[in-house]
């Protein structure tokens, strides 16, 4: 720092509370020290008493720091003979630094002479006093006597920042130093009530917040599940009602309403898994209902979609049953499109890798009969193609095994209506393969079971669809074998019936693109 040493003129009026000298090397710690001071808050009992510096402020603003105060078109040298002249005190930053300044020498000097009364506070900044104290601090003054300045120690292991600040607020104010500390410690100490007071309102604020949330999100949670229980039902009982009384119109609205409401859902991503399997239950759904309407791209895209989504969600939980279950249903789908469409080849691994899917869930749960039903599709679909393509012999034998499988569902649950019709529904397979190989007769025996099955079921429930569905296609096939087996006339009575069945379905659900295929097969003459 720069002062004159020439004679400074007559001082001014009181301007600064202090003059902070200090080395430029020094300038980052005066620059933080400064600010301090200058928002530092005397604590409110001290403001106004009586000192030897006359009656304390409530701020120490301002402090003249020669970087923050002097223009830059000024003198300089008059600048700091100005701000000395008008300075209560004389705030000395010392280090290493402003012992070997001159300026600092100088303006120490200088204020010295011109206010023999006024104090010198020096702050230890750095180093002893022995190397730091600039020379001037210690020379005797006009009267000959070496006046020691008041020191406020910032090493950390002396007085250390907060104590030492408080020491230059004391000198500068002139309140003795036991009270600046007592008051601000009671300051500090109502400021930290205060933060307590607020962090504990704040909290409890945050707390209420969290409970409304909390209420909110499980009130959302609610009426999730009570939405998803109403899907629930809708893909199980109301559709297996709908399908009973072959209202695939109906199913086709009940199956756009579920899937709407997932649609409605800001982001699937943050759905849970549950919630994204039965969205995939409805795809399923859905795309068998497009199928059965002949809308084979629609179905696909459906299918294709509920596949993408259960093999994510089975990636992430390989042995998760439930999660095996819905990918076999995926696999099972887009195989039944490719097969229906003739397209053996792609449907066959399709199948195959249903039926491991199916195998890995009777492994891990044995005792789940509906694990066991689905192993019997998966075989029962396998011993569809190769009845469709007249063998080989290895999957051929799947047939016989999907029967068994079945049968065996059928002894865990011997009072279920559905498994009955799909155990007709194997006799009817096991029937095709006997045919294949040529041993009609023993076909024509299995046929007979699976009609005598269905005619029970149709007794109990004369207007299910599917039971009639049934019982068309048993006789259609029971004709077409009587008829290889010479007995035409049985056979034309057979057809006849059949034909009337399947007329009557069609009046019940004009769109199951199924039924008209049927139709068209049963109004062809029997071959001669």
């Known amino acids: 720092m720069k002062a004159n040493e020439e004679t400074p003129g007559p001082g001014g009026e009181r301007r600064f509370r202090a003059f902070l000298s200090y080395s430029h090397a020094d300038e980052h710690f005066a620059r933080k020290l400064h600010q301090w001071l200058e928002s530092y808050r005397i604590p409110p009992r001290l403001v106004g008493s009586a000192t030897p510096m006359g009656h304390v402020p409530p701020r120490l603003s301002p402090i003249f720091r020669d970087r923050a105060e002097l223009p830059a078109a000024s003198s300089l040298d008059e600048e700091v003979r100005q701000a000395l002249s ?7 930053l010392c280090s290493p630094a402003a012992r070997a300044s001159r300026w600092v020498d100088a303006e120490i000097a200088l204020f010295r002479s011109l206010h023999p009364d006024r104090p010198i506070i020096a702050a230890l900044v750095l180093g002893d006093p022995a190397v730091s104290f600039p020379s001037a601090l210690l020379e005797p003054d006009a009267e000959g006597v070496v006046r020691e300045p008041i020191a406020a120690d910032f090493r950390p292991d002396h007085d250390g920042t907060r104590l ?51 209420r909110a999100r499980m009130e959302a949670e609610h009426q999730r599940q009570q939405a998803e229980g109403l899907i629930e039902f809708m893909l199980t009982d109301l559709r297996q009602r709908l399908e009973g009384v072959g209202r695939l119109d109906v199913l086709q609205s009940v199956n756009k309403r579920a899937l709407d409401y997932y649609a409605d859902q800001s982001d699937l991503k943050t759905l849970p898994a549950d919630s994204l399997e039965r969205r995939a239950r409805i795809l399923h759904a859905m795309g068998e209902d497009d199928h059965k309407r002949g809308d084979v791209a629609g179905a696909l895209a459906k299918f ?27 696999e099972f789908w887009l195989g039944y499109v490719d097969f229906i469409d003739y397209r053996y080849e792609k449907a066959l691994p399709r199948f195959i890798a249903y039926r491991g899917l199916a195998e890995q869930l009777v492994r891990l749960v044995p005792g789940d009969q509906s694990y066991w039903r689905e192993l019997a599709y998966a075989q029962g679909n396998i011993c569809t193609i190769a009845v469709t393509r007249r063998g080989p012999e290895k999957q051929l034998a799947e ?130």
């Open 86 to 92: 008008q300075s209560d005190a004389l705030l000395v």
């Open 164 to 214: 030492a600040r408080l020491k230059i607020v004391a000198g500068l104010t002139g309140v003795a130093l036991d009270q600046i500390i007592q008051r601000d410690a009671q300051r500090q100490l109502r400021r930290v009530i205060a933060i307590t007071l607020l962090t504990v309102l704040l909290t409890l604020s945050m707390a209420l917040m969290l409970i409304f949330a909390l």
């Open 399 to 528: 047939c016989s095994d999907a029967l068994a499988t079945m049968e065996r569902v059928g002894r865990m649950v011997p009072g279920d209506f559905s498994v009955k019709a799909d155990i007709a529904n194997r006799h009817a397979w096991m029937a095709d393969a006997l045919r294949v190989q040529g041993r009609n007769v023993d076909a024509l025996h299995e046929r007979a079971q699976q009609a005598a099955i269905v005619q029970r079921l149709l007794k109990d429930d004369p207007k299910n669809v599917s039971y009639l569905q049934d019982w068309m296609l048993a006789r259609y096939s029971m004709s077409q074998l009587l008829n290889s087996l010479g007995e035409r006339h049985r056979a034309e009575k057979m057809r006849e019936d059949a034909r009337r069945d399947v007329e009557r379905l069609i009046e019940s659900d004009p769109e199951n693109n199924d039924w008209r295929l049927w139709k068209a097969k049963l109004t062809k003459p029997l071959d001669k």
């Open 304 to 330: 294709s979609e509920a596949h993408r989504v259960t093999g994510a969600l089975l990636a992430a939980s390989p042995q998760d049953p439930p999660r095996l279950f819905a990918h076999a249903q995926s």
